[in-house]
């Protein structure tokens, strides 16, 4: 299939929207403390995972659930055996 006018430009868009927030982090973690950094990359899918399922209502099984509690209680595990 030939690649069309339209298809290259969202091909190039694509590009820099997914070019743009990298450069942005890297900015910002360079200017950043590592502890604040690290945290919020911590806390970052917790904080996906309340708004996927709490904000729109997604469905979500009971093996998911059960996968999120055995991922932050071998977490929990980690940060206490230190």
Known sequence: MPLTRPVALLVALSGLATAIPLVTFAYGVQHSHY????????????????????LP???????????????WS???CIRSAR
């Open 35 to 54: 502890l604040t950094v690290s945290f919020i990359q911590y806390l970052n899918p917790l904080i996906q995972f309340y708004m996927a399922v709490f």
């Open 57 to 71: 209502h997604e469905p979500m099984l009971a093996q998911g659930y059960e996968a999120f509690g055995v991922i």
């Open 74 to 76: 071998r977490l929990r």
